[in-house]
């Protein structure tokens, strides 16, 4: 029954897998009732934690009260997506080395995991542990996953349905070291490859996101435009024995910005004054943005070798690296041609209200399973937020956001 179970898990390929960010609720004013579900397979939702004593719990009780019920509801509507519980992420990894340290405290984990995915309803857990660090980190992850794994296994029997186990991967060489990829494939579904995050504007030249392929004009070392670049890190997957089916490659839905960039090259491979000011953060913007504030005041470039665009704005000094729908096709043509297992995104609440990067992502990875692309919800506040208008409740919990507070 396993064997079937576990087949079943990368037959759904090519799989589109898109993070739903907890937080999007609040200055995003992002729902689980805008997510495209039927341009999905799996939803992974962001994050859950693991705490200083070792157990898996929630963050945000508040949001995930009302994003929980709501994510059930969703999969009634659509029996086929499955969603999964990611326990980690960028800003709450830092108790994962203790807590998988030893079988007691792995067992421990492990288990509190599996109680949390299953009293909140969801079908999977995955592990997004940031990251791990050197020989006793590389061991314990291996161990982890395989106690999750037998946790699993235990529940698929008695209930005779199959829990998925994922992980998000890191694509830097450095930290791909740091995973034993050969021992940790038989605990596991598949990869969420994080294809992204070579260049960041706390580098100090302006560079890609998520170059496709190797740059023969670019700065840094060769070794380095060798490996920083997506064709790189899924060579290292697959080099290392992971399969194809068992990798999706990880696009990233924001893009990063630089300011203070010289017009010599249209901004690129310039030495910038830092991080560009971002609506979401240091850097930080958001494609609904690029595409509805931002193209028509910024030059768009093409890079012909790496496949990724650019945007420059010579009078506001700024350049953002970026994905949109043509070199997200791109992608997907290189995911059907490596014969990988599908995509990940990272995140949902970052597109257009036309879900155009998903829907150029699912075009051509799902196209017989197209449906059209859902409409633009209304603009109010997502259901089972309000009687009356009410308020949103805040992201901790204290202040409440106002219905109708523009994002």
Known sequence: MLLAASARSTAEAPRVVGYFAAWSIYGRHYHVSD???????????????????????????????????????????????????SVGGASHSGNF??????????????????????????????????????????KS?????????????????????????TVAGPAGPGRIANLELDKISASIDWINLMAYDFHMPSDPVTNFDAPLYPSSTGPGSPEQRASYNVDAAVNAYLAAGIAPAKLNLGVHFSGWGWRGVPKANHGLY??????????????????????????????????????????YNPARRIMISYEDPESLGRKAEYIKRRQLGGVMIWQLGADDERHSLLGALHARLRPSASSGLPRKRSNSCAAGFRAGCGALPSRSGSTPWPCGVPG
Not at 141 to 161: G, I, P, S, Y
Request: proline share 5%; with cysteine; hydrophobic share 40%.
């Open 35 to 85: 997510i495209p579900a039927d341009l999905l397979t799996h939803v992974n939702y962001a994050f859950a934690q693991v705490t200083p004593a070792g157990q898996c719990a929630s963050i945000d009780p508040h949001g995930d009260q009302v994003n929980f019920p709501q994510l059930r509801e969703l999969k009634k509507r659509h029996p086929r997506l499955e969603t999964l519980i």
């Open 141 to 165: 992850f291996t161990a982890l996953l395989a106690e999750l794994r037998t946790q699993l296994d235990m529940l698929e029997v008695a209930e005779n349905k199959h829990y998925l186990l």
């Open 270 to 311: 310039q030495r910038s004054l830092g991080p560009a000011k971002g609506k979401w953060g240091a850097g930080v913007f958001d494609y609904r943005e690029i595409k509805n504030r931002l193209l028509k005041h910024y030059a768009r470039y093409w890079h012909r070798e790496l496949l990724v665009p650019w945007l």
């Open 97 to 138: 080395s203790r807590a998988a340290s030893t079988a007691e405290s792995r067992r421990a984990l492990a288990e509190s995991c599996v109680r949390f995915m299953k009293e909140a309803g969801f079908e999977g857990i995955d592990v997004d542990w940031e990251f791990p660090s050197g020989d006793v980190d590389k």
